[in-house]
């Protein structure tokens, strides 16, 4: 078992930016690929992005591409979502979820745990 646990969330002004954090506790996810989704109020949970387990390959939705990273620190058991420019249109409840697999994938259900997420607000 994993657990996970979103961070870094708030309420921010359009162009600013925020990190999250997703923290594993439990097991290592060192070897695991982390992926990181959102939904907003009245939409259905989407791709955001991941990251496989060596953090060498990454994987973007085309909305976030160029404004968000993610990276991880396995010493720290902590996989981060960099967001730069933030828009309105990026509120959202934002998850992380851990595959036990090496690659990456852009289907929620292709992910074995998942966090309570953090809620990000950007607005003026």
């Known amino acids: 078992q994993v657990q996970l646990v979103e961070s870094g969330g708030g309420l921010v002004q359009p162009g600013d930016s925020l990190r999250l954090s997703c923290a594993a506790s439990?097991?290592?996810?060192?070897?695991?690929?982390v992926g990181w989704f959102r939904q907003a109020p009245g939409k259905e949970r989407e791709f955001v992005g991941a990251?496989?387990?060596?953090?060498?390959?990454?994987d973007y939705a085309d909305s976030v591409k160029g404004r968000f990273t993610i990276s991880r620190d396995k010493a720290k058991n902590t996989v981060y979502l960099q967001m730069n420019s933030l828009k309105p249109e990026d509120t959202a409840v934002y998850y992380c979820?851990?595959?036990?697999?090496?690659?990456?994938?852009?289907?929620?259900?292709?992910?074995?745990?998942w966090g309570q997420g953090t809620q990000v607000t950007v607005s003026s």
């Open positions: 979820a851990v595959r036990w697999d090496q690659w990456i994938s852009r289907m929620s259900s292709d992910y074995d745990y």
């Open positions: 439990g097991r290592t996810i060192s070897s695991s690929s």
């Open positions: 990251i496989n387990w060596s953090g060498i390959i990454t």
